[in-house]
């Protein structure tokens, strides 16, 4: 099993459409979670960190369940610059190791 | 300023040469990190380093050897390139959780 599963889509959305991903993760022992977002031939970057107890940040909604080892990242209203692949990330709690997801490709068409 | 640059941003090179990465960052973080991603956009961890010690080696072939001067600095040496070494490479630091990436090296073997 994969340390962090995501769905590799891609996600073809309208403008202004939500769309919800989903991520999981093996290690019951991670101690921190993140969304980054990967643009075409670029780095990553941090989209912004997921806490137990759902964080916001304008259009972007994350959600962490440690019951489940689930974690959710929801994009209301999309954007055209949307566009990217989101990658979800655990960080394992045995060093600094910080383990990617195969990431979800999100296409927003006009 | 540049918060964390690697190069050569591009690498082409043949079968069986010896090549150096170089990763310096200005952050002051602790921990820095090497990545691979390769064709199927997968983004693997191969090294981590915190204050100069190797934390994390995750089964990489001893042709890739790591290398932290000091603190702000990680090379990534590469002996007796193979095909399938070609992959884009990322530097990566790091001070408590999430990580800041570098522009990445497109290395291609030929």
């Known amino acids: 099993r994969k340390e962090v599963e995501q769905d590799p889509g891609p996600f073809n959305v309208p403008e202004g459409a939500t769309v919800a991903f989903n991520c999981t993760y093996s290690?019951?022992?991670?101690?921190?979670f993140f969304w980054y977002r990967q643009d075409c031939r670029k780095e990553p970057k941090l989209l912004m960190s997921?806490?137990?107890s759902g964080n916001e940040d304008g259009r972007f909604t994350a959600q962490l369940n440690r019951a489940s080892q689930y974690i959710s990242l929801l994009i209301r209203d999309s954007k055209l610059s949307d566009s990217a692949t989101y990658l979800c990330?655990?960080?394992?709690?045995?060093?600094?190791?910080?383990?990617f997801g195969a990431g979800t490709i999100l296409r927003v068409k006009s | 300023d540049t918060a964390v640059s690697q190069t050569p941003k591009y690498l082409v090179t043949q079968m069986g040469n010896d090549k150096s990465i170089k990763c310096e960052q200005n952050?002051?973080?602790?921990?820095m990190y090497w990545y691979k991603q390769d064709s199927k956009k997968f983004l693997k961890i191969m090294f981590s380093?915190?204050?100069?010690?190797?934390?994390i080696n995750e089964t990489v072939p001893n042709r890739f050897s790591p290398k932290s001067p000091d603190k702000a600095h990680l090379n990534l040496h590469i002996n007796s390139l193979e095909l399938g070494d070609s992959a884009v490479y990322f530097c990566?630091?790091?001070?408590?959780?999430?990580?800041?990436f570098g522009q990445g090296t497109r290395l291609t073997v030929v």
């Open positions: 990566a630091s790091s001070r408590d959780s999430d990580a800041f």
């Open positions: 380093y915190n204050n100069k010690e190797l934390i």
């Open positions: 990330v655990v960080n394992i709690l045995y060093g600094n190791k910080l383990v």
């Open positions: 952050l002051g973080h602790d921990t």
């Open positions: 997921v806490y137990s």
């Open positions: 290690n019951s022992a991670s101690q921190s």
